[in-house]
């Protein structure tokens, strides 16, 4: 599959909207550099945000981003990215910052316009785009969450649309860049022997877990306006779920790929109380801009289910938070077992029969569980995996990855329209009507409701213990 195949003009410049905020500092400022190295980035990068800084100001905070993120190995790379950057100071609300932009951009006409701002902000930076006369021939790349619920996603939508064509809008999560949720779709469609099997007869449940062993740190009052439903779960993990569920592609090209992850959304059982479980780590409440009572979850669990001719029945049951015993990303597909006992310890005493398991990170890895005899004339066996380690040295980071397909206009890698929004119309009935969250010791797996939740299908299955550096 020529997952990526569109052809098309690239930008001839890049500007970053809140250049001086969180967003920048941690990712983008490295993305850019990694460009630099490779030799991509060969266009103007202006610099927007309200702060009243100068240029230098700027220089120094992009040299204090690459040294965090790794270090300055390459002067000539550096020099490069300083010597592409521009700054314009002024106010999103006021006409006259997008005219000092346009005049920085001279000569560009195919700029991308990069949203590193609160949510909030899109729909007015949308707007004086399209009045100051910058969004034409242009592109707009979105920061997730794309919306709040499935109201605001609809009208931020048609804000979007009205100033910028779909092709032209790149709504980007991070996630969709990394290389091991890319392996996803290539694993399923590039292996004969898997499709058989990668079905309601087949396949008992699925579990997709993304756990970190921190807290919201510097975070807490953008967690009070998200929660981790829409942090993580209506966005990352829903991804995922796509990848693992859709049908095989019409044909070769990304556009077949989003028409199935689409139909995947949209054939997803909308969710009800019963199929969600909040939790919040204990001291939450004690972090800066959090609330004193809040009842927003750092923690959330529930059971979906696909009302698809493949998938119809088999639950899927996703689970992150904050806090937790460690930092992983896994799924764990669960095959049925043998439809016939032929040995005493063919259905083993822990319910897991054969599954196979997709480790997404800290690294990326893929194991196929199968039981083995054991030497002897007794027919007993024990569960082994069949292990590849799947390391990726060198490779793109994921930032720079799908800032470099939006500069070219590639939307292989980033939502569409109709996509967000039947993600958003599936956890809507329960972003307000939920019951309270539960407590939960942070180094644990979650709130024990959450073991109540998977319970009719055996056991949450815990990642291997990889601990992040403080």
Known sequence: MDYKHIRTTPADALVIFGVTGDLAHKMIFPALYAMAKRGLLNVPVVGVASSPWTLAQLHKRVRDSIRQAGKIDDRAALDCLLSQLQYVSGDYNDPSTFGALKQKLGAARRPAHYLAIPPALFATVIKNLGTSGLAKQARVIVEKPFGRDLASARELNRIA???????????????LGKEAIMNILYFRFANSFLEPIWNRDNVASVQITLAEDFGVKERGAFY???????????????????????????????????????????????????????????????????????????????????????WAGVPWYLRSGKFMASTAAEVMVELKPPPQKLFNDSHPANGRSN???????????????????????AFVGEQRELYLLDEHHGAELPYERLLCDAMAGDGALFSREDAVEAAWAVVDPVLDTHAPVHPYKPGS??????????AADGSWNNPIMVKTKK
């Open 445 to 454: 797996w979650g709130p024990r409701q959450a073991d109540a939740l998977i």
């Open 161 to 175: 649309l009205s100033v910028f064509a779909e092709d032209s809008i790149f709504r980007i999560d991070h996630y």
């Open 224 to 310: 009070e306006s998200a929660g981790c439903l829409r942090d993580v779960i209506q966005n990352h993990l829903f991804q995922i779920v796509a990848l693992l569920a859709m049908e095989p592609p019409a044909f070769q090209g990304f556009g077949a790929v989003h028409n199935e992850k689409a139909k995947v959304f949209q054939a997803m059982r909308p969710l009800v109380p019963g199929d969600v479980v909040r939790g919040q780590y204990t001291g939450y409440r004690k972090e800066p801009g959090v609330a004193k009572k809040s009842d927003v979850e750092t923690f959330c669990a529930l059971r979906l289910f696909i009302d698809s001719w493949r």
């Open 355 to 377: 599954y196979l398991r997709f480790r997404l990170s800290p690294n990326s890895a893929i194991a196929l569980a199968a039981r083995v005899k054991c030497d002897g004339k």
